[in-house]
């Protein structure tokens, strides 16, 4: 399950600034300081932009935020537990995406690197 706080961070890892998510998700920059420091919430039309925005499914964002937002309900475990199976290949795919960062230049042409990013490719 992703949270607010992990959606976000994902997003300003790929655009350089909270500032620039912002912009993106289309909100005054003070509302995304709110929701990483306050518990405030992405709504479900700004996880959608979030989801596009990072190459995720509509569906492993959307059941992630209900999940999230039934916090303390009786449905929490169930919508957690969906959000997960949405989920699982999500760490590969970050994975691929911390490689590629770190993995500058050259590196990417090493075929030792291009092998390791192709599996986990298509473990995502």
Partial sequence: MLSTTDILAMMKERL???YKVAQELGVHPNRVNQMRHHGGK???EQGLIAAKFLGVSDE???LSLAA???RNTPSFDDLARLAAKHTTNFGALASVFALAILASGELLTNPA???LTSSLSKMA
């Fill in 16 to 18: 350089g600034s909270y």
């Fill in 42 to 44: 992405l709504t479900f």
């Fill in 60 to 62: 492993s964002i959307i």
């Fill in 68 to 70: 999230e937002k039934s």
């Fill in 113 to 115: 690197v291009t092998s």
